[in-house]
């Protein structure tokens, strides 16, 4: 398996296949890679020729250092967990900061037409456009056919076929379900760090969201949202940070429901020091 550092090197690399008629699929990732970010690459390598996985732990989108210096950076078990995949036609691109940012580790400011003000954006300061920087720096150093992104983080998934569209990057950005451990817990580096006792609460919240399925058929947005907050006020490990039903295309929250539109519910809830996210399709 091929593994770069250098922007160079590995955009002469891609060049190269590509102009073999190879497709390129890319996957980016900050490591700690587990069985959703697998299933990314398959579906990358069921589509393209070749399949590019980024490993980059990107500082401009955390607002949080203890966050950022926690993050578990585990390239040996990635590369080892890739090769079960393919030893041939997967290709790492794991930076370093200066790689990526030379002496300026900041990010670009972007508009993503109000994407980014919602939900996450209303916790996490300046996160996507931290995402949104690196993520335009490796599309222009890869330069894909295609990249694959997971639906955990829908509001990112949004955000990237956003900046895509009014970039008019050339890229197709594809959506992938989620990837759920069988007690439902979504899959997510950061399960790696839940104490046991938050590890065995955690599948509470997609209980939670498929009840909040189940309920919307039948009653209105505020109504399920109080049941899910005081589910969570009775929980004794997990807290509730927020849930919220939104329309899909805007990411605001649902005032009146419509047969139009298409709905989710997003929620995010700390486990002990973890913050968890996960959504659901509701209509
Ligand atoms: O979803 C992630 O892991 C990151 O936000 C991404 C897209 C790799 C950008 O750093």
Same mark, same amino acid.
């Given at each position: 398996m091929e593994i770069y550092t250098d922007k160079n090197k590995i955009a002469n690399a891609i060049k190269a296949l590509k102009s073999s008629n190879n497709t390129v699929g890319m996957v980016p990732t900050m490591g700690a890679l587990h069985q959703g970010h697998l299933q990314l690459v398959i579906k990358a390598l069921s589509e393209n020729d070749?399949?590019?996985?980024?490993? !980059?732990?990107?500082?401009t989108q955390f607002d949080n250092k203890t966050d950022l210096e926690?993050?578990?950076?585990?390239?040996e078990g990635d590369v080892? +967990? +890739?090769?079960?995949?393919?030893?041939?036609?997967?290709?790492?691109?794991?930076?370093?900061?200066? =790689?990526?940012y030379g002496g300026n580790t900041t990010s670009e400011a972007f508009d993503f037409d109000g994407l980014e003000f919602e939900?996450?954006?209303?916790?996490?300061?300046?996160?996507?456009?931290?995402?949104?920087?690196?993520?335009?720096?490796? !599309?222009?150093?890869?330069?894909?056919? %295609?990249?694959?992104?997971? #639906?955990?983080?829908?509001?990112? +998934?949004?955000i990237i076929k956003?900046?895509?569209?009014?970039?008019?990057?050339?890229?197709v950005i594809v959506g992938c379900k989620i990837h759920r451990a069988s007690s439902g817990l979504a899959m997510s580096s950061r399960n790696t760090r839940l104490e046991p006792k938050y590890k065995t609460a955690a599948p509470f919240i997609y209980k939670?969201?498929?009840t909040a399925r189940t309920q919307f058929g039948t009653k209105s947005a505020t109504k399920v949202i109080?049941?899910?907050?005081?589910?969570?006020?009775?929980? =004794?490990? +997990? #807290?509730?940070?927020?849930?919220?039903?939104? =329309?899909?295309?805007?990411? %605001?929250?649902?005032?009146r429901k419509s047969n139009k539109k298409k709905y989710r519910a997003f929620i995010a809830v700390y486990a002990g020091e973890i913050r968890l996210i996960d959504n659901i399709a509701l209509n």
């Open positions: 070749v399949a590019v996985v980024s490993i !980059f732990v990107n500082p926690k993050y578990p950076r585990t390239l080892a +967990l +890739l090769k079960t995949v393919s030893e041939t036609q997967i290709i790492v691109y794991a930076p370093t900061v200066a =790689d990526i939900m996450e954006g209303k916790f996490r300061h300046g996160h996507f456009d931290g995402v949104g920087t690196v993520v335009k720096r490796f !599309f222009d150093i890869v330069k894909p056919h %295609k990249a694959y992104f997971g #639906e955990k983080d829908f509001q990112q +998934l949004q956003k900046m895509v569209e009014k970039h008019q990057l050339p890229v939670t969201l498929k109080e049941w899910v907050t005081k589910a969570f006020a009775k929980h =004794d490990l +997990l #807290e509730l940070e927020y849930f919220l039903i939104a =329309d899909v295309e805007t990411l %605001k929250p649902v005032k």
